[in-house]
């Protein structure tokens, strides 16, 4: 028999073997009139009583299977995970840089450029992982382990009053290793290679038949390191020297900071911040200033995410065709990265 507080009318009697473990109760009210009262769902019954009572059932504190959706703290198994192959893994180890212009992705800017038209342009492409020897993040976060990406994308302006005519267009091809540190994940790291090269476009060429049209290209090698303060918050540095270049010259630098979702956000999404630098030594290690900022969401899926917001660029073009022509960018744009 179980000791506990009861009604003066009622006695439980459980009518299931007990042994030594230690049992808690807790009692539930039941306001009802009881005729003959019995509970066959459960282990406890009553005895006949016209009045009213309270039940009494064990409540156990060590024995009782843990259910399927207790909330286990991530730090018992996130770190634990075995690392393992995976091919075509989702989701990335090192992100690209949100303000990084010539990132491959899928973007849209409609700009207006001063002393200029106004422009779209568009990148049509993405960056993708081929093979990853690590593991998916158990909070959400990015991957961990060593990855192989590859990249491409086609980077084009279209002159929105000369007939949506092509201005120009850039080609980027490239891939990368990229990598966290088992020390301490907040340090990412990529190494890799990428090709760029620019055209002018039939229609331009054919309105303006004497503007000089430049071979530009170049095949650079980069590595960029970034560390995130928090999930959020991240500063990043790369840098890249090209062992091939026609206009363009040998080095390249950029380094910025971000603040942005890297978890699921649901619905409703969160505001992003990003600040970024690119610059060249064929313009005297000028070239670009740029500002988004707006909304992001990201997806359940890891490495999906979507953005859209104000676009500010200050600096030389975008457009290496026209690499040594400044420019002052402002409009709304809008990313995805996969």
């Given at each position: 028999?179980?000791?506990?507080?009861?009604?003066?009318?009622?006695?439980?009697?459980?009518?299931?073997?007990?042994?030594?473990?230690?049992?808690?109760?807790?009692?539930?009210?039941?306001?009802?009139?009881?005729?003959?009262?019995?509970?066959?769902?459960?282990?406890?019954?009553?005895?006949?009583?016209?009045?009213?009572?309270?039940?009494?059932?064990?409540?156990?504190?060590?024995?009782?299977?843990?259910?399927?959706?207790?909330?286990?703290?991530?730090?018992?198994?996130?770190?634990?995970?075995?690392?393992?192959?995976?091919?075509?893994?989702?989701?990335?180890?090192?992100?690209?840089?949100?303000?990084?212009?010539?990132?491959?992705?899928?973007?849209?800017?409609?700009?207006?450029?001063?002393?200029?038209?106004?422009?779209?342009?568009?990148?049509?492409?993405?960056?993708?992982?081929?093979?990853?020897?690590?593991?998916?993040?158990?909070?959400?976060?990015?991957?961990?382990?060593?990855?192989?990406?590859?990249?491409?994308?086609?980077?084009?302006?279209?002159?929105?009053?000369?007939?949506?005519?092509?201005?120009?267009?850039?080609?980027?091809?490239?891939?990368?290793?990229?990598?966290?540190?088992?020390?301490?994940?907040?340090?990412?790291?990529?190494?890799?290679?990428?090709?760029?090269?620019?055209?002018?476009g039939d229609e331009?060429?054919?309105?303006?038949?004497?503007?000089?049209?430049?071979?530009?290209?170049?095949?650079?090698?980069?590595?960029?390191?970034?560390?995130?303060?928090?999930?959020?918050?991240?500063?990043?540095?790369?840098?890249?020297?090209?062992?091939?270049?026609?206009?363009?010259?040998?080095?390249?630098?950029?380094?910025?900071?971000?603040?942005?979702?890297?978890?699921?956000?649901?619905?409703?999404?969160?505001?992003?911040?990003?600040?970024?630098?690119?610059?060249?030594?064929?313009?005297?290690?000028?070239?670009?200033?740029?500002?988004?900022?707006?909304?992001?969401?990201?997806?359940?899926?890891?490495?999906?995410?979507?953005?859209?917001g104000l676009h500010y660029h200050?600096?030389?073009?975008?457009?290496?065709?026209?690499?040594?022509?400044?420019?002052?960018?402002?409009?709304?744009?809008?990313?995805?990265?996969?």
């Amino acid at each position: 028999m179980f000791a506990g507080r009861q009604s003066d009318y009622l006695e439980p009697v459980l009518d299931f073997p007990t042994d030594e473990r230690e049992s808690a109760f807790r009692t539930i009210s039941y306001d009802g009139v009881l005729g003959q009262p019995t509970a066959p769902e459960s282990d406890l019954s009553l005895i006949q009583s016209n009045r009213r009572a309270q039940w009494l059932e064990p409540e156990y504190t060590e024995y009782v299977h843990t259910p399927s959706n207790y909330d286990r703290p991530i730090a018992d198994y996130s770190d634990t995970t075995p690392y393992e192959w995976t091919l075509l893994p989702a989701g990335e180890v090192y992100k690209s840089y949100l303000a990084g212009v010539k990132e491959s992705r899928l973007a849209a800017h409609l700009i207006k450029i001063e002393n200029d038209n106004w422009m779209l342009d568009g990148t049509l492409g993405g960056r993708f992982g081929v093979m990853r020897w690590g593991r998916d993040s158990a909070t959400g976060f990015l991957a961990e382990g060593v990855q192989w990406d590859i990249e491409g994308a086609a980077q084009v302006r279209l002159d929105i009053p000369e007939e949506v005519d092509v201005r120009a267009v850039d080609f980027r091809a490239g891939t990368q290793l990229t990598w966290s540190w088992a020390a301490n994940p907040k340090h990412r790291s990529r190494f890799g290679y990428y090709h760029l090269s620019s055209h002018l476009g039939d229609e331009f060429l054919l309105k303006n038949p004497t503007y000089p049209r430049l071979n530009y290209a170049h095949d650079l090698i980069i590595f960029g390191h970034s560390y995130y303060f928090t999930p959020k918050l991240r500063v990043y540095g790369e840098v890249g020297w090209a062992f091939y270049h026609l206009v363009a010259d040998s080095w390249e630098f950029q380094f910025g900071v971000e603040w942005a979702p890297t978890r699921a956000t649901g619905f409703w999404g969160e505001p992003f911040l990003a600040v970024g630098c690119h610059l060249r030594e064929e313009v005297n290690y000028g070239g670009s200033f740029v500002v988004q900022t707006g909304w992001a969401w990201v997806g359940e899926i890891p490495g999906r995410s979507f953005r859209m917001g104000l676009h500010y660029h200050n600096g030389d073009s975008t457009q290496n065709s026209f690499y040594d022509n400044f420019e002052q960018q402002i409009g709304f744009g809008i990313w995805y990265d996969f």
